[in-house]
């Protein structure tokens, strides 16, 4: 398949694709969500623009990778962040 036909393919889901990162990621929730679950939900989400592949992802409750950015920061690298920061500020004086 040529990558021409691919990038046509891509574009039927109705997510807006700016970027070879936003090809990527709706490469990766392909492999993951049905083509009815992804158009369904771009649909819901489509307001003036089509949705972009993050927002889908977040919608359809998958996460792409890493640690989640809501997690609370653990309590320990919390403290040990603010006696650095202080000692900075002391040092600064």
């Keep these: 398949m040529n990558p021409q036909a691919i990038d046509d393919d ?42 972009s592949p993050q927002q889908v992802i977040a919608a359809l409750g998958l996460e792409r990778r890493g640690r989640r950015r809501n997690e609370p920061v653990p309590l320990a690298l919390a403290q040990a962040l603010t006696r650095k920061r202080q000692q900075g500020w002391r040092d600064a004086r």
């Excluded at 993951?32 to 819901?44: E, G, H, M």
């Design 10 to 51: 891509l574009l039927s889901f109705g997510v807006r694709i700016d970027s070879a990162r936003d090809a990527e990621q709706l490469r990766w929730l392909i492999a993951r969500a049905s083509a009815q679950d992804i158009r369904l939900t771009a649909a819901r989400l489509c307001a003036r623009r089509a949705p």
